[in-house]
Every structure is written in C-alpha cells, then in structure tokens.
C-alpha cells in the first residue's frame, strides 16, 4: 500500500464513526492493531501508547498488506477466532466431546466475513448457514457466547477444600465411567461425566433454584457456555 490509500483509509474511518483503531497486515501475513490519525499537515500518523494527543508519522506503508478499521464486529470476531481455537486445544487434549470439536474445527475454516454475517443474522439465518456449511452442535446462543469473554469460562471446584471433587472426575475419565456430583460455592455447582460419546457438563445454578448457567466440560479447568435456563 502506499500513503495516499491508507490516509483515505483512515480519513474515512474517522470522519464516518470517529473510529481510530485499525488492524494492519503486513506483507508476511503478521498483524497489528494500531491507532490512527491524520496530523495538521496531513500525514498519517500513530498515537503513542496512553496518548490521545501524541504521536509520530507513519512510515514503511509499502510493507503493509491491508489496513481494516476495528469496528464492534471486528474485535467480536477476534474474540470468536480465540476462543475457538482454545476449545479446539483443550478438547484435543482431553479427548472430550469429539463431535463438537470436529465442528469448532469446521467453524475455525470460516473467513471473517461468514463470522461478522454470524454476528448479525437471525435465529433462523443462523442455522439455515450452519446447516449450508455442515456444521452442527453450534447453536446461536453458544455462538454468541463465542463472541464474548464468557464463551469460555474457568470451572469453580470451590478451591482445595473441594479438590476431591476434581479428583474424583479426573479418575472417572481415565477409567471411563460415569461420574456426576453436585457443591455449593456462591452457586449450586455440578458436574457429570459420561464416556459413552465422550461427553461431560457443568452447571452453575442459582441456589435452590434450579435455573442458571450451563456449559461443556472441555478439561478440568475450563468449560464452553451452551445455554442460560
């Protein structure tokens, strides 16, 4: 790229949403989030770090590939391409849920512009694309989840005190039986384990309720949000 393309680049961004964040790819294919400006005299510039006055001209945009504004759908489909990879990690390690992982793996095959589509469309849009693209299991309230920090959450085994809790769902893993037992921290907490289709869930359930949050073991640390009853 050169000067006058990223100027207009970022020009328009400014004037049309007052957005000075942008994601640079370079010529090799790394990436960089930057933000931007366009000094009195007209050049391209990057604010220096805790700055909202400062900064230093831009140079060496020859090297750069692309210039994309980060927009609210920008950073939620970072946030999705992150933690999909980590649930494709964590349950290639622990060997839970194979089912899902083969379609967070088809999910990961997706460019960002099938992802940001995913952000806005409708219940019904969402499955009938999920369905096009051969990916199940994926609802849209576990999609959405995706999109935020909450997709994937650390489990609260209610610290050592409970450590036997862990232990024993470990065990019952490596044994491959079933195991389920439910605690009390700050919500009605329970886990299940079920070898037949490597499967194993985790709830936080307001107490003596019944009702609360539900999610897919992934190992014994984190879990992937599924649904709120």
């Known amino acids: 790229m050169n000067h006058s393309q990223v100027k207009e680049i970022v020009e328009k961004s400014i004037h049309d949403s007052s957005n000075y964040n942008f994601l640079v790819t370079y010529a090799d294919g790394t990436k960089e989030r930057k933000r931007m400006f366009i000094s ?13 006055t400062r900064g230093r001209c831009i140079g060496f945009e020859e090297l750069w590939r692309t210039v994309e504004p980060i927009t ?20 290639t390690a622990s060997g839970l849920w194979p089912d899902i992982l083969e379609n967070m793996m088809k999910l990961q ?21 999920m369905q096009e693209h051969g990916i199940e ?8 989840s995706l999109l935020s920090k909450r997709g994937i959450i650390t489990i609260n085994w ?18 491959k039986r079933k195991y389920s037992m439910r605690w009390t921290v700050s919500y009605d907490n329970s ?32 879990a992937a949000f599924r649904e709120d009853d």
């Open 40 to 52: 009195t005299d007209g050049y391209v510039c990057e604010f220096k770090k805790r700055s909202r």
């Open 72 to 91: 609210k759908d920008t950073d939620k489909v970072t946030i999705c391409k992150r933690n999909t990879k980590n649930i494709i990690k964590y349950l």
């Open 109 to 129: 095959q997706l460019n960002d512009e099938d992802l940001e589509y995913l952000c806005k469309c409708e219940y019904d849009e969402h499955n009938t694309f």
């Open 137 to 144: 299991h994926i609802s849209p309230d576990m999609y959405y």
């Open 158 to 175: 209610g610290g050592a005190y409970n450590d036997w809790i862990k232990r024993g769902w470990l065990n019952a893993l490596n044994e």
């Open 191 to 222: 886990v299940e384990y079920n070898p037949e289709g490597e499967r194993a869930w985790y709830s936080e359930e307001y107490r003596g309720c019944g009702n609360g949050h539900y999610y897919l073991l992934l190992d014994e640390k984190h």
